[in-house]
């Protein structure tokens, strides 16, 4: 009876811990697609003009409008895309007058030896963005090869002489061929928390079951005589 009441403790104690987490998780699920609903609307709003002081924190995702000439000189950030293959964002610089930005201007494949330069002053329907993609294993730029490895919006402003602003191209006033505009999304945005909730329930099932298990083992198991 002891040894049942024991199993029974621990198997209660034991589903309800993992209960808790799934239950957790399905909380931090609805948080999440609120989250990314939030950024999807801030990205579809309407662009407005650049403004003077920009937080990459406050302002990341904001739509603007901007207006200026494209600088012939460029970056090239490897990237891949499904059903294309491996190829590069170009990153140019935007001289806007009294400021200078950075602008993602999309995808151009890696057999394609020559990009699109463009006289006269464009405009340019985009997203600010200062993406995360650096971490202890990036490679160093090739900068004989003009490649980078991740779009390092400080070091990239430096080698093109510009504010560390990104603005990542959604439309444009012109036909940038043979570069494909990549919009900014929230595809990137990690949202595991429906699988973990899963695995959290799953386990409280498992746990369940094995304690259930367990008891009727106990019961049926031949008492001892002396």
Do not use: C
Not at 43 to 70: E, F
Request: charged share 20%; aromatic share 8%.
């Amino acid at each position: 009876m002891r040894r049942s009441l024991f199993l029974i403790v621990v198997g209660i104690g034991g589903a309800a811990v993992l209960l808790w987490l799934g239950f957790w998780q399905v909380q931090r699920l609805e948080w999440k697609l609120g989250v990314i609903a939030q950024i999807d609307a801030r990205i579809a709003a309407a662009p407005i003009p650049l403004p003077d002081v920009l937080d990459p924190v406050q302002d990341s995702y904001l739509p603007v409008k901007v207006r200026g000439v494209i600088e012939p000189a460029y970056l090239r950030v490897l990237v891949s895309q499904k059903e294309t293959g491996a190829g590069y964002r170009i990153i140019s610089a935007l001289d806007m007058g009294g400021r200078r930005v950075l602008l993602d201007r999309g995808f151009a494949r890696a057999d394609q030896p020559d990009i699109s330069v463009h006289e006269g002053s464009e405009t340019v329907d985009g997203n600010l963005q200062w993406p995360e993609e650096i971490d202890g294993f990036t490679p160093e730029p090739d900068h004989t090869g003009n490649i980078w490895f991740a779009r390092d919006v400080a070091a990239m402003a430096q080698a093109l002489g510009t504010e560390p602003i990104l603005v990542v191209a959604k439309q444009t006033s012109f036909d940038d061929s043979p570069v494909t505009p990549l919009p900014v999304d929230t595809a990137a945005i990690t949202n595991d928390h429906l699988s973990y909730a899963i695995t959290w329930f799953s386990l409280a099932a498992i746990w369940v079951a094995m304690t259930l298990a367990f008891i009727l083992r106990a019961r049926r198991a031949p008492k001892q005589t002396s």
